[in-house]
């Protein structure tokens, strides 16, 4: 890793269901990160995925200073106009992951992203197989498609000093703790892990798990539930430096 002279600093979040009904809070929640570098959002950009509410993140990240990337979350999907979504937050400035990945260079350091909405299928007492009626078997595709959009965007920025995963759906149960168990299957699964695993980026960062446990682990990885009720804060602030990551 190339020498810098400070800490990349990050803020994240998941679950900020923007409307026009919130614009107040979302706009007040962004100056407080204002002189940040990045900003990372874990999904549920939305409430219900109508172009009025994103267009209410779009405005705000249009006037950020930081760079905002964000993956879409199951919100985001309800009402099905993901196709206006998408074009509506990038002309906001957003850079959308959906899949896919980016870097930015900033203070001579490279960051790289790798981000997917992720999806659900259970995990080793629950794991959903590729059996059964077709509309099982294409959740099970669905989520396999999931794992290998992380697979290729791990690859591809595997260059760069820093590394983040950037889901919705969380990728371990680490970080469900709190969850009632019947309903892990739908929060997520594990079939993401096997990529983080193996290429052992710097982070993970999710959301959707509303009531679940704030930080967990696959393997030496921190994982971090970022969704806002989780947190009880509007942003997870941290630092990305030679000694690794530091909560601020």
Not at 161 to 172: E, F, G, Q, W
Request: with cysteine; glycine share 10%.
């Amino acid at each position: 890793m190339r020498a810098m002279a400070r800490p990349i600093r990050i803020a994240a979040a998941g679950d900020i269901h923007c409307s026009p009904e919130n614009r107040e809070r979302v706009e007040d929640a962004f100056v407080q990160v204002d002189d940040l570098d990045l900003i990372l959002l874990a999904g549920d950009l939305t409430t219900h995925g109508d172009p009025e509410q994103a267009a209410v993140l779009a405005d705000v990240a249009r006037a950020a200073k930081p760079r905002v990337v964000a993956v879409l979350g199951n919100h985001d999907w309800h009402a099905n106009r993901v196709d206006e979504l998408l074009p509506l937050l990038e002309n906001g400035g957003v850079t959308m992951l959906d899949p896919g990945w980016t870097t930015c260079e900033i203070d001579g350091v490279s960051v790289g992203v790798a981000g997917t909405k992720g999806f659900v299928g259970g995990f080793p007492d629950s794991q959903l197989p590729d059996f059964g009626e077709p509309i099982l078997r294409q959740v099970y595709r669905d989520t396999t498609a999931e794992v290998e959009a992380i697979e290729a965007g791990l690859e591809a920025i595997e260059d760069c000093d820093h590394r983040i995963v950037l889901l919705h759906y969380a990728p371990t149960t680490t970080t469900l703790e709190g969850e009632p168990r019947v309903i892990w299957a739908f929060l997520g699964t594990d079939r993401m892990a096997s990529p983080i695993g193996e290429r052992r980026p710097d982070v993970v960062l999710h959301g959707h798990a509303h009531r679940g446990t704030f930080e967990g682990r696959i393997g030496e990885v921190p994982v971090y539930n970022v969704a806002v009720e989780v947190m009880r804060r509007d942003f997870f602030v941290f630092e990305l430096g030679p000694r690794g990551l530091r909560a601020v």
